[in-house]
């Protein structure tokens, strides 16, 4: 019998081909081909403040919140990647959100994590989260964590703006799950905590004697230590980065980096799902690095440029920007800047899945 070639071997008899055809079946060779394929590649990407301010302004004139579709009442503009339609990245959302004076983003809660950083914020500006009051303050981080009641209340005389950072693709496309979602019956949550309450809990010193149950928030399981309501003040936290600046020496990828822990372990991640930096960046060029997590970065102060792949996103206050998963890149401040990095990192290493390394040369 002749030696038959590779090729010959992959044919298949009609036969074969109709009794996998007609059971929705395929063999292994050809569907490895279609593996990674689900989006298109992340592409490299930024979005400049100036522009979105433009879009968050006519939509604030045009839409007040309390005209939009109930269950989705706040007012956002997302930047969406290329070859996606609902977000940056597959595992990462942001937004830019306002709350005109006077106005409320009403109570709801929903499985998706979420948090606050603030671009534009005023002390009578509240996200009231699980009965507290948390003030806006310019570069403050709010936590509002999976199933915590969460509603935006503006009782200052300015327009307030924030970014918001979800989970939500992972969740509703990576993980095909439905976020589960509940409107509260009123749309300002009553306010059962003084100020300062849920902060006071995750110091040094903890309530004795109430044993924790472990269990998480609403209908779901799980092994980590959930997330509480929590305000990352941001005097705290550049009073740290100046420390650490006037002290120690800085990461060669990353400048003096500080990572946002969860307060309940003091350890990062912050939500099992996500992890947050904030960098520090005033000694020339970063060294370059790549790993398979997605990074999104939000310019807190200063300009730049991050060179992604060998593409340079110039970027200056306010602007968001995206390095793909295993895309070489490096920073590159003008002077001193600051940036806050979000990475879906956690996600990969709960499997032992993360990986990082500088290219060669
Ligand atoms: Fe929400
Ligand atoms: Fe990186």
Same mark, same amino acid.
């Given at each position: &019998? ?17 009794? !996998? ?13 279609? =593996? ?15 522009? #979105? ?23 956002? *503009? ?5 070859? &996606?339609?609902?977000? @940056?990245?597959?595992? @990462?959302? $942001? ?21 606050? =950083?603030? @671009? ?15 003030? #806006? ?6 936590? *509002? ?7 935006? $209340? ?83 936290? !550049? ?18 980096? !500080? ?14 799902? #996500? ?47 995206? $390095? ?38």
């Amino acid at each position: &019998m002749a030696k038959q070639e590779p090729e010959e071997l992959l044919e298949l008899s009609s036969d074969t081909r109709s009794i !996998l055809d007609e059971h929705g079946l395929r063999p292994l060779w050809e569907v490895e081909e279609d =593996f990674g394929h689900v989006f298109d590649d992340l592409q490299p990407d930024i979005w400049k403040w100036a522009d #979105m301010k433009a879009a968050i302004d006519h939509i604030e004139e045009d839409v007040p919140i309390a005209d939009l579709p109930p269950g989705f009442q706040r007012r956002v *503009t997302v930047p969406i990647n290329t070859g &996606m339609n609902n977000a @940056i990245s597959n595992t @990462i959302y $942001v937004g830019v959100q306002t709350v005109s004076p006077g106005e409320t983003a009403p109570s709801h809660r929903h499985g998706a994590n979420a948090l606050r =950083f603030t @671009i534009d914020g005023h002390e009578d500006m509240k996200t009231v989260v699980a009965g507290e009051e948390f003030p #806006m303050l310019d570069n403050d981080l709010v936590t *509002t964590p999976q199933w915590e009641w969460h509603d935006h $209340v503006n009782d200052s005389d300015k327009t307030v703006a924030w970014l918001d950072v979800l989970d939500l693709p992972l969740i509703l496309d990576s993980l095909n799950s439905s976020n589960v979602f509940e409107n509260h019956v009123l749309e300002r949550q009553p306010v059962t905590k003084t100020e300062g309450y849920w902060d006071s809990q995750y110091g040094r010193t903890r309530p004795a004697n109430e044993t924790r149950d472990g269990s998480i928030p609403g209908p779901f399981e799980g092994v980590r230590e959930p997330t509480p309501p929590y305000r990352f003040r941001w005097e705290d936290t !550049l009073e740290t980065l100046r420390q650490r600046e006037e002290n120690d020496q800085l990461d060669p990828h990353d400048g003096y980096s !500080l990572a946002y822990v969860n307060p309940a372990t003091g350890h990062p991640p912050l939500f099992p799902t #996500m992890s947050f930096r904030a960098q520090l960046l005033n000694d020339g060029p970063t060294d370059p690095h790549f790993h398979n997590a997605t990074e999104v970065f939000f310019v807190i102060e200063g300009s730049g440029a991050t060179h992604v792949d060998g593409e340079a996103l110039e970027w200056g206050k306010w602007d968001i920007f995206v $390095v793909p998963p295993g895309a070489p890149h490096h920073h590159d401040p003008d002077d001193e800047a600051i940036l806050l990095a979000i990475t879906d990192r956690p996600v990969f290493e709960a499997f032992n899945f993360y990986a990082e390394a500088e290219p060669s040369e």
